[in-house]
């Protein structure tokens, strides 16, 4: 026999890292609720309601806007593989891990990849989105609002601009930016928007919420050939979600009545409020991180309030302050991806990880950990900046 | 606002459907685990101890042993995704739904697809498999174990040998079988099984067991072309799994807390045990329908001790049946699908369902619901049947 059998004792986290962040024990409450049939008429019931609280999180009034069966990285499958045919033509920004991450499964759907870059730190520039969409037509523009690899922010509204003039349709992966900064998929006019659970909606990992335009629909149904994936096929998945309730696969019962129980959370505290926690918060982190003498990635004013990734200092040792925080102080924060592994940290203020008392914890475990390694700052520097902000 | 927000109030459901069977309370407990993160110390061990607990179900030796972060569709799709290139030729058992599922799978990945069929409700006869490997070769043989539109168990064993005589990688849908009835992936030779957790695991529904063997990994090495799927590439997900530890998603960390207690529970009570459980139960059930007069779809001895399929009389309403059982006895048994719908009832004895009190309640409350509409039979013939079957 390879295991042995143990009790499940795994520690309490406070998680700042780029997510999963901590989530409200009403929301585990609610997955321990008895599992119900997929067809089960109280269970419809609860997709039904767990659609509106989408829209509501989205701000769309799109139909098509549930929780694909998988985590993040299944909604931008989803988003990509109903649209893109062989051949298409998809203009992609890459500014980061998960650019490249659309381009990955942009090509593996045989699009006809063009990329617009920009340093991994920086924004896209919507100019040059607009220009490659003037050279040649794309079916597909596809943008990450929310650089988990870097924190950047990325302006949305003139890239939607672009492909409105042009005919492109728009995607936008939402992942890091849903529920703790305003997503307006409908002001925007994107097409697709997809995200997962365990960032700012601060539900356990495993769902995949999206929303699809009617435009989108319109060009998926257009399509000459199959969506390669079935699993992932908006139309098969759509008609087990909307009143034809067709079964299509088994809903991960628990799951969503998790992520019902956390979306009730948002709508009590209120969008508004909710992102000017994030905001003021990761304000107040950013205040204290620069007092202890560390350099943000991404500049002003294209800082997720979600995320925000700051330089190691020269010297430092990543592992060592990281496994530091996670083994005295039960503290995770992220380290850096690609390219920037061993040269940035992550810092994550997501949901219900985004109090005040986690931005004054982290301030303080880093600043000691630091010290230890030599460098050198005032006492109590961040702490007393994040304050200083907070007044 | 299109939702209004009411508790989560969902009845308790004695689930003998097709699945989702009932979930042990201790497994719905360790989902209230705290979450971490999803490359913390501690959860990679658990990760690793989850992979030699369904080593342990699968009865196998492979390495590549893990649980796809999606339904069991997901790992369906996963396990054709990974090994079919375009123009590959596979070779499917039609004989039900999940049959017809695989073709359609394998079809969307561009596969050249034969169909070996039999009546829904018939095995597939292992020979046909065997003729059509030896008319022209196929790198994929695909069958369902336990067809779950049907109860049919299909024999793997002399498919199998088919298989290896030919050199055709054999896949298994173990989905309605594993936890319930053997499921011996490396005394049959399997390349890829897969499974779902909310059946035979009696976890909630959201993760995909699979085991992979190394000839079928060889084989996925071997590709000329990219595999279609980012989301599903076996090969990035196995990264993440084994020491490598490479991210590739955020794993659903408290279905995997779940699937875990829930696989414990299958370790306390032994896999011979459990089978007999389930073969025992489910021929007290096949006893007491008989006796109401009722036809079991599939023929001895080819009958899933997880599902038993039985005809709807002639003049018999299938959804006022069902719709009286739930309301009136807040048990659910699940209707037809396909050609089969409005035909069947598929009543589960599947892990936590599986036990007497539910073979007794499922009898006596049909017998009572068909009583209502006019059907003749001996009062308590079922469950007297069912009882004398156990003595």
Tied chains: 1, 2.
Excluded at 109 to 130: C, F, K, M, S, T
Excluded at 147 to 164: R, Y
Excluded at 231 to 249: A, E, G, P
Excluded at 355 to 375: K, M, P
Aim: hydrophobic share 40%; charged share 20%; proline share 6%.
């Amino acid at each position: 026999m390879e295991t042995s059998r143990g009790d499940l004792n795994i520690p309490f986290r406070t998680l700042l890292g780029p997510g999963p962040s901590n989530v409200h024990p009403r929301v585990l409450r609610a997955a321990t609720t008895p599992v119900v049939g997929h067809l089960d008429p109280r269970f419809l019931e609860l997709m039904d309601e767990t659609m509106g609280l989408l829209r509501f999180v989205f701000q769309t009034r799109n139909t098509i806007t549930l929780a694909i069966p998988g985590t993040g990285s299944a909604g931008m499958e989803a988003a990509l593989v109903n649209l893109i045919e062989p051949g298409d033509g998809i203009i992609v920004g890459v500014n980061g891990y998960f650019g490249e991450r659309l381009c990955e499964m942009a090509s593996r759907h045989g699009a006809e990849l063009r990329r617009v870059e920009a340093p991994w730190g920086q924004i896209i520039d919507p100019d040059q989105i607009e220009r490659a969409l003037a050279q040649r037509r794309a079916k597909v523009v596809a943008v990450v609002h929310a650089e988990t690899s870097t924190g950047v922010l990325q302006p949305i509204t003139p890239i939607a601009e672009a492909c409105n003039r042009h005919g492109a349709l728009l995607v936008v992966d939402a992942v890091t930016s849903l529920g703790g900064s305003p997503v307006p998929v409908d002001d925007w006019g994107a097409d697709v928007s997809f995200s997962c659970t365990q960032k700012g909606l601060s539900c356990p990992p495993g769902l995949a919420p999206i929303t699809v335009s009617e435009r989108a629909v319109a060009a998926a149904h257009a399509r000459r050939s199959p969506i390669q994936s079935w699993y992932l096929d908006l139309s098969l998945i759509t008609k087990y979600w909307d009143s034809n309730r067709v079964y299509h696969h088994t809903a991960p019962i628990t799951m969503l009545y998790a992520l019902r129980e956390a979306l009730c959370l948002v709508r009590e505290e209120g969008l508004e409020p909710r992102w000017s926690r994030h905001q003021r918060l990761s304000h107040a982190l950013i205040a204290g991180l620069t007092a202890l003498g560390l350099k943000i990635l991404a500049p002003e004013p294209h800082r997720a309030p979600t995320l925000t990734v700051a330089r190691i200092p020269e010297g430092i040792k990543d592992l060592e302050v990281r496994k530091a925080l996670l083994s005295e102080h039960s503290l995770e924060i992220g380290g850096g991806l690609g390219p920037l592994k061993g040269q940035v940290w992550r810092i994550g203020l997501m949901g219900e990880s985004c109090t005040q008392a986690n931005v004054l914890l982290v301030l303080s475990v880093l600043e000691s950990a630091l010290a230890r390694q030599g460098w050198k700052c005032e006492k109590g520097a961040g702490v007393v900046a994040a304050v200083k902000a907070l007044a």
